[in-house]
């Protein structure tokens, strides 16, 4: 897409279904790996007309969206997405992007995993381990269980 390279070790490593890795960046210092992911798939389903397309009008970003670390680096992404204009009817739409946990900059494994984490102990520690300011943490999670745990979560 774009010209860019998809790494495809990155891309294994990561294991969001549909999207893979055109760039990453290590912060040593902080212990922090920037990554790019972007969808393998450059067509949308118009939620209006269900059919599928690809014109693709812009691109959208959604950036400093934290996931699990990996070893014992903090993982950052920045999603880009297409914007599509749907040829069939004229609908401008920006597909779901299905990792992303609604209202908070964090993947729902993220959320999964901190929610377990803050069962048996609690969320100064979960805070902790992820790196994360507690208030936010703590915000992230009531609003990750008000929306219901998703189904299949728990084991990621
Ligand atoms: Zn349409």
Redesign the pocket.
């Known amino acids: 897409m774009n010209g860019e390279s998809v790494s495809q070790v990155w891309t294994d490593l990561l294991q969001l279904s549909g999207f893979a890795v055109v760039y990453l960046e290590q912060d040593a210092a902080h212990q922090r790996y920037f990554i790019t992911v972007v969808p393998e798939h450059a067509i949308g389903v ?1 939620p ?2 269900h ?1 599928a ?1 690809d014109t693709i009008k812009q691109r959208r970003t959604r950036a400093r969206i934290l996931d699990l670390p990996i070893g014992s680096h903090a993982v950052e992404l920045t999603v880009r997405v297409g914007h599509f204009e ?1 040829q ?2 004229g ?1 401008c739409f920006t597909p779901p992007i299905p990792f992303l946990a609604e209202g908070s900059h964090a993947t729902e494994r993220l959320l999964g995993r901190a929610a377990e984490l803050i069962r048996p102990s609690d969320v100064a520690n979960a805070a902790c381990f992820f790196g994360i300011p507690e208030k936010t943490l703590e915000g992230w999670y009531y609003a990750f269980i008000e929306r219901g745990c998703p189904s299949g979560f728990w084991h990621l």
């Open positions: 118009c209006q007309c059919r397309c749907c069939h009817c609908h």
